[in-house]
T-cell receptor, first 115, second 112 residues
Framework: DTGVSQDPRHKITKRGQNVTFRCDPI?????LYWYRQTLGQGPEFLTY????????KSRLLSDRFSAERPKGSFSTLEIQRTEQGDSAMYLC?????????????FGSGTRLTVV | AQSVAQPEDQVNVAEGNPLTVKCTYS??????LFWYVQYPNRGLQFLLK??????LVKGSYGFEAEFNKSQTSFHLKKPSALVSDSALYFC??????????FGKGTRLHILP
C-alpha cells in the first residue's frame, strides 16, 4: 500500500454540473477525512468517517455536498450543481485511529475548476 | 471551538540561520498540536506532533517545536535552515482526538 489515493487529480467542469471524487485510504486506516483548500488558505474541514459512519459534517458543507464511505473502505465526495465558488483543491486524509495518537496521511488532492 | 493562528504570511531566512515559524492556538481541554508542510504540487506531509510530555518535540527533517501552555503557542523551529526547507507550513490543532483544524499557513523562504 503506497498511501492515500485520490482520483481524478484534476477536474474541469461547467457551472451547474455534478462532479464526484474518489478517495482510497490506506487499507488499515478506519478514519477518513475530507478537506477543501483554496489558494492562500489552510485546509478547511468538511467531513469525516469512522469506518462507514459519517461522524461529523462541517456547517461549511451545503446541501449540494454529500459524502459516502460504503463498507468503510473508499469514499466519494459528490458536489451537485457546481458553482464557481466550489473551485478548490479537495483533499482526503486517513488515519488508523483518533488524531491524538496519529497524525493524518494526506492524498495529493483533486483540483476542481468550475468554469 | 478550536482555532489556530499563524501571524506571519511569509518568513524569510538566510540559509544556515535558525528559523522560527509562529503558531498560537485555542482549544477546550488539552490540545493535540501538529505541524504539516506542503511542497508545490504535492500533498501535505506530517512533520511532528505534541500530545503530552516533553514540551520540546522533535520531528522530520531536523525540525522541532516548542509547546508553551501559558502562551498557548507551538512555534516551529530549526537550528540551521536549508534552501530545501522552502515550503508552506501549517500549524494545526485537535481536541480530544477528533478532526484537525489547520491555520492559514506560513510561506517559508530560505535565501541562498
Amino acid at each position: 500500500d503506497t498511501g492515500v489515493s485520490q482520483d481524478p487529480r484534476h477536474k474541469i467542469t461547467k457551472r451547474g454540473q455534478n462532479v464526484t471524487f474518489r478517495c482510497d485510504p490506506i487499507s488499515e486506516h478506519n478514519r477518513l477525512y475530507w478537506y477543501r483548500q483554496t489558494l492562500g488558505q489552510g485546509p478547511e474541514f468538511l467531513t469525516y468517517f469512522q469506518n462507514e459512519a459519517q461522524l461529523e459534517k462541517s456547517r461549511l458543507l451545503s446541501d449540494r455536498f454529500s459524502a459516502e464511505r460504503p463498507k468503510g473502505s473508499f469514499s466519494t465526495l459528490e458536489i451537485q450543481r457546481t458553482e464557481q465558488g466550489d473551485s478548490a483543491m479537495y483533499l482526503c486524509a486517513s488515519s488508523p485511529g483518533p488524531t491524538g495518537n496519529y497524525g493524518y496521511t494526506f492524498g495529493s488532492g483533486t483540483r476542481l475548476t468550475v468554469v | 471551538a478550536q482555532s489556530v493562528a499563524q501571524p506571519e504570511d511569509q518568513v524569510n531566512v538566510a540559509e544556515g540561520n535558525p528559523l522560527t515559524v509562529k503558531c498560537t492556538y485555542s482549544v477546550s481541554g488539552n490540545p493535540y498540536l501538529f505541524w504539516y508542510v506542503q511542497y508545490p504540487n504535492r500533498g501535505l506531509q506530517f512533520l511532528l506532533k505534541y500530545i503530552t510530555g516533553d514540551n520540546l518535540v522533535k520531528g522530520s527533517y531536523g525540525f522541532e517545536a516548542e509547546f508553551n501552555k501559558s502562551q498557548t503557542s507551538f512555534h516551529l523551529k530549526k537550528p540551521s535552515a536549508l534552501v530545501s526547507d522552502s515550503a508552506l507550513y501549517f500549524c494545526a490543532v485537535s481536541s480530544r482526538g477528533g478532526k484537525i483544524i489547520f491555520g492559514k499557513g506560513t510561506r517559508l523562504h530560505i535565501l541562498p
